[in-house]
């Protein structure tokens, strides 16, 4: 028997193979991820099911899905420690995925601002995948039973409405799913383009993104040309509502290094925005000088990639398949006789 007071909790999360991973994906998400493997039983994953609901270029989304798992170890996910699957590798994911958005409801969906993003996005293409995505992401979920799902602030309302769906079937079936919470980190929980630091850092906006592979010339580029405020201040003070874009670069700086705001307005007292901006430049190119060289290790390795992602998908379809089948008997469908 399974001793289940010794069982570690369940930690899960994915990213979509839409765009190579940038510096939000980096301190918002996966940085977070590799110090849980010792305390939790993790699994993250290439989200290319997702991915599909905006269109994609199929050699390119090939090629992204492996090399993101190439950064996912680079940035410190020890492949023996985390499962690491590709998610059209686990079926159990489409499958569980068409169930829950019978459970899901219309309503619900239409809230979700990442679905209204996206599709002012993506006027041409407003599909049904697009708008019925939260109801895959919470089969991602409660597939693997996850107690944590570590994310940026910007998925929390996917992670509700996931909690909400969980909850209603477990009230209709009895108890099915565990009812996952969000894991949303103090500091870089949402970084902010360097262009409009308004708007989050995302793949969809080159200029403001920095992409963890980026050379350092190019880092250092994007930072000396970062949005600061329009204050004559020219003082390093943390005022997120007068200053985003200072705030922003504070944040950045703070997740990168560790020190707290106080520490870094003392650190620049008096030497301005001039000094500051190539500051936090440098202190991300080291950060991401080794995560990007062992990335271009890996990818010269691919026969290493791939044993990777298969030992993942069949770790992680052992898991899921109890899951569905559960699921399968809940709802009434006839037991497979083969
Ligand atoms: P898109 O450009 O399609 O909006 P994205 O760049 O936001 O994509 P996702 O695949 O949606 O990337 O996000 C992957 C993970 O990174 C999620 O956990 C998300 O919360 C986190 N994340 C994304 N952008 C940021 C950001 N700017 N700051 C902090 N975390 C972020
Ligand atoms: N919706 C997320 C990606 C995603 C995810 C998940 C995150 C898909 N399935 C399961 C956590 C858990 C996004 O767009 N960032």
Known sequence: MENITTKKKV??????PSGDLHLGNYLGAVKNWSVLAEEFDCYYFMADLHSITVRQNPAELRRRSVSQ???YIACGLDPEQNTLFIQSHVHEHAELGWILNCYTMFGELSRMTQFKDKSNKNAENINGGLFTYPALMAADILLYQADFVPVGEDQKQHCELTRDVAIRFNNLYGDTFKVPEPYIPQVGARIMSLGTPTAKMSKSDPQGCVFILDKPEDIARKFKRAVT???????????????????????????VTGRSFAEIEREFDGKGYGAFKPAVGEAVIETLRPIREESERMLADKAYLQQVYTNGAQRASAVARRTLRKVYKRVGFVEKPF
Do not use: F, H, W
């Open 11 to 16: 930690m899960l999360s994915g990213i979509q």
């Open 69 to 71: 798992l190439a950064q």
């Open 229 to 255: 405020d329009s204050d004559t201040e020219n003082c390093v003070r943390y005022a997120p509502a007068e200053k985003p874009g200072v705030a922003n670069l504070m944040s950045i700086y703070s997740a």
